[in-house]
């Protein structure tokens, strides 16, 4: 493998952040779009192919949970032309929301998971074609 451009380090960086963002805003609809068209998820114990399924199955996330996931140690090796194999380190906290304009409580992290992609550049945008998560902690 090889190490990618810093221009398509950012851009990589910049399509797992919106994944954490989309997940973090319940904007199912942001996170599919950072997958190709036929992208599959390891998520949950199953299998998401395709954006149609991604979104279908995180719309079913219960709005009144609050989630910030906290991503970092982001590594990006060039695998072809046109992919790039990503891993990263995920902290998730995750709370009830308080229902009356204040912040929730703060509690211990529910998560630390390592996350693993195969990016592809599709029309100059680098895309999930497929990821998997490995829960390395969980409170």
Known sequence: MTIVTAEDYTQC????LKVARGLDTHNPVLVAAQFSD?????????VLQGRDAI???LSSRDQQVVTRHIT??????KSGP????????VLTY????SGNGKPSELTQ???ILDYSDTLVNKGGLWLISQRCSQRIFAS
């Open 13 to 16: 960086q910049m399509t797992l």
């Open 38 to 46: 036929q992208g599959t998820w390891n998520w949950k114990g199953q």
């Open 55 to 57: 979104i279908t199955a």
């Open 72 to 77: 970092s140690n982001l590594v990006c090796e």
């Open 82 to 89: 046109n992919r790039i194999e990503a891993t990263c380190t």
């Open 94 to 97: 995750r709370n009830l929301a």
């Open 109 to 111: 992290p529910v998560s």
